[in-house]
């Protein structure tokens, strides 16, 4: 599945949430300002939930600490009307290609960049080391 995207935030077209914007769209905490305003300037945005979110959604603890089950995911996508990116054999290679930081060795994290750069589609997420990446187009604060 291509989902190549063109032009500012203004026109965005497609979005790739992460896997911490799902569980606060999940959660119901209020998405960062930036991430808003995009959504809401582009309402008929198509949204993106890799297969990486659910995955790492059940394998990591802290998410069975606040008491999220894997069926608000598919809930929340529904809500959303969000589409599941598989994983494609580009996206390994990318994930491949991908220079690798000392503090930022999460696979899940760095197949997500992997999918946005190689869909070339922003991707909504907040962690500060995602800014390691000059290629990934950040859609958050």
Not at 86 to 91: L, M, S, V, Y
């Amino acid at each position: 599945m291509k989902l190549t995207e063109a032009g500012s935030d203004s026109s965005l077209s497609k979005l790739l949430f992460d896997t911490q914007a799902l569980v606060m769209w999940i959660t119901g905490q209020s998405l960062p300002r930036k991430l808003q305003s995009t959504l809401e300037g582009n309402p008929n945005v198509e949204i993106y939930v890799s297969v990486v979110s659910p995955w790492e959604f059940l394998l990591k603890r802290r998410f069975r600490e606040i008491r999220l089950e894997i069926s608000h995911i598919w809930k929340a996508m529904a809500e959303m009307n969000a589409r599941l990116l598989q994983i494609e054999p580009e996206h390994i290679n990318t994930y491949a290609r991908l220079p690798v930081f000392s503090d930022h060795a999460d696979p899940y994290d760095r197949m997500l960049i992997a999918q946005a750069l190689s869909e070339k589609v922003p991707l909504a997420g907040g962690d500060s080391r995602f800014k390691g990446y000059p290629d990934l187009h950040l859609i958050w604060k």
